[in-house]
């Protein structure tokens, strides 16, 4: 665990001195924090965090500049084997080299809490996904809540707003669509974050009304692109005789 503590403690001192961003930056110049997870199932507060990455993207330093915390954690509960099939974790391995929760998850809290102090967005694939799962193990564990109105970058919602393609929108998918070239395998939480990262420099490129988005802008746009998709996909369930989806972002 001796790793993990050491690049922590290097993120922590990045975002310490990091300038505190304009709400006028534009989203292809902005810092940001990327953040993913890998759990023991998919529902936030009855399932946990087992591995999470946080990565800091310079934009004009790339990815050769990223500062990086991995965390390996012992969730006290067992992994769900589809989950395990699909994250490689299992409850040996995490009970022998997982960190305890409460301080692992308090410290992933406080980064990002710092990064939100200074505006720098935290970028995640689906994102409600990470929040509420980080959101449940920091209520399970009594620990200190996320900020209140997080900064927050979903590269999937943006995505599905001004790509009109078909087919899978999986990360994997989405990387392959935009032409990044992953930093390991998929389903590696610091895999895929660095993947996830990498998708705002070519999506704004190719889009320049992502390009143009600023801080003040970002999560009033990711809203309503969220409630356009979430309309048009359940017309097209109507018609197929299925359930509404009635979830919300953030």
């Not at 890998?38 to 310079?58: K, N, Q």
């Not at 997080?150 to 999986?170: F, H």
């Not at 990262?197 to 692109?225: C, K």
């Amino acid at each position: 665990m001796a790793l993990m503590t050491a690049s922590s403690d290097a993120l922590d001192a990045a975002l310490s001195a990091a300038p505190e961003q304009s709400k006028d930056t534009a989203l292809p110049d902005s810092l940001l924090l990327g953040f993913d997870t890998e759990t023991t199932g998919t529902y936030a507060g009855r399932d946990a965090i087992v591995s999470a990455t946080l990565v800091l993207r310079d934009p004009s330093a790339g990815y050769a500049g990223d500062t990086v915390g991995e965390w390996v954690i012992n969730p006290h509960r067992p992994m769900n084997p589809r989950a395990s099939a699909v994250n490689g974790f299992t409850d040996e391995f995490l009970a022998e080299h997982g960190e305890e929760p409460q301080e692992a998850i308090a410290r992933i809290a406080q980064l990002i809490e710092t990064a939100q102090s200074k505006r720098i967005p935290l970028l995640a694939y689906n994102a409600p996904f990470d929040v509420r799962m980080l959101e449940g193990d920091l209520r399970r564990w009594k620990l200190t809540t996320l900020p209140s109105g997080l900064l927050v970058v979903d590269p999937l919602v943006i995505d599905r707003a001004i790509s009109k393609r078909s087919g899978k929108r999986t990360l994997e998918y989405t990387t392959e669509y935009y032409g990044v070239d992953p930093h390991g395998d998929f389903h590696d939480a610091t895999a895929d974050t660095t993947a996830a990262v990498d998708l705002i420099a070519p999506i704004s490129t190719l889009y320049p009304q992502v390009g143009h988005l600023t801080l003040a802008e970002l999560m009033d746009w990711q809203r309503n692109a969220h409630a356009a998709w979430r309309d048009n996909f359940n017309a097209w369930l109507e018609r197929k005789g299925r359930q509404p989806v009635r979830d919300t972002w953030l």
